[in-house]
């Protein structure tokens, strides 16, 4: 069965510290695709990344890098010396072989605290 | 500008009213979808709509309908039906199922 699981429902650090969102997913599929949203108090969520499964480089985006790591099913997400505006709910989701229907994390809220 | 649009922003409506949510895309993609988010709660999917005049229920469909009568266009109507119907709703767009969902600013139902 597929699934995914964001463990951590809230983190709060204070700015500039560095901070990481685990990521854990469950699949059968050898296929599947792997994102990330960020959602502000404004409501709309913003697309940050998407990974399919063959392509296992970690990524840099700025302060922001993902790691997927197929061995442990994870894709965690991590903001280097964190801002005010950085605090959001992220979600993580997964889309097997091309499925309509994305899988949803229950989301971590991210507190930045100046 | 490419983007999805959503109207109204804000909406409230008298308990037992039908209310019919506006979502535009102009991005060219042939499927959009309808999320429904409760507070402190994830995401979950209402329809979803792969290609013009053609749907399929997500999740928790009932209470709610939809039409897809042009690429650009997938209203919701949340009907009477729903028991519960208010919650931040969601509208989504993508080129095919694999590809990036791109959501548009959301629109906030009241039921009064």
């Known amino acids: 069965a597929q699934k995914v699981t964001q463990a951590q429902t809230e983190i709060s650090v204070v700015e500039k510290e560095d901070v990481t969102l685990d990521c854990v997913y469950e699949t059968r599929d050898t296929t599947y695709y792997l994102f990330w949203y960020k959602q502000p108090p404004s409501g709309e969520l913003v697309f940050l990344i998407r990974r399919n499964s063959f392509d296992e480089q970690n990524e840099i985006s700025g302060r922001y890098s993902w790691n997927f790591q197929k061995s442990t099913s994870s894709f965690n997400f991590t903001i280097t010396a964190s801002q005010v505006v950085d605090s959001a709910v992220y979600f993580c989701?997964?889309?097997?072989?091309?499925?309509?229907?994305?899988?949803w994390g229950a989301g971590t809220k991210l507190i930045i605290k100046p | 500008d490419g983007g999805i649009t959503q109207s109204p922003k804000y909406l409230f409506r008298k308990e037992g009213q039908n209310v019919t949510l506006s979502c535009e895309q102009n991005?060219?993609?042939?499927?959009m979808y309808w999320y429904r988010q409760d507070p402190g709660q994830g995401l979950r999917l209402i329809y979803y709509s792969q290609i013009v005049n053609d749907f399929q229920k997500g999740d928790i469909a009932e209470g709610y309908s939809v039409s897809r009568e042009k690429k650009e266009s997938f209203p919701l109507t949340v009907t009477s039906a729903q028991k519960n119907p208010t919650a931040f709703y969601l509208c989504a767009s993508s080129g095919t199922g694999a590809d990036t969902q791109y959501f548009g600013p959301g629109t906030r139902l009241t039921v009064l």
């Open positions: 991005l060219n993609h042939d499927a």
């Open positions: 989701a997964l889309s097997e072989r091309g499925n309509y229907q994305l899988i």
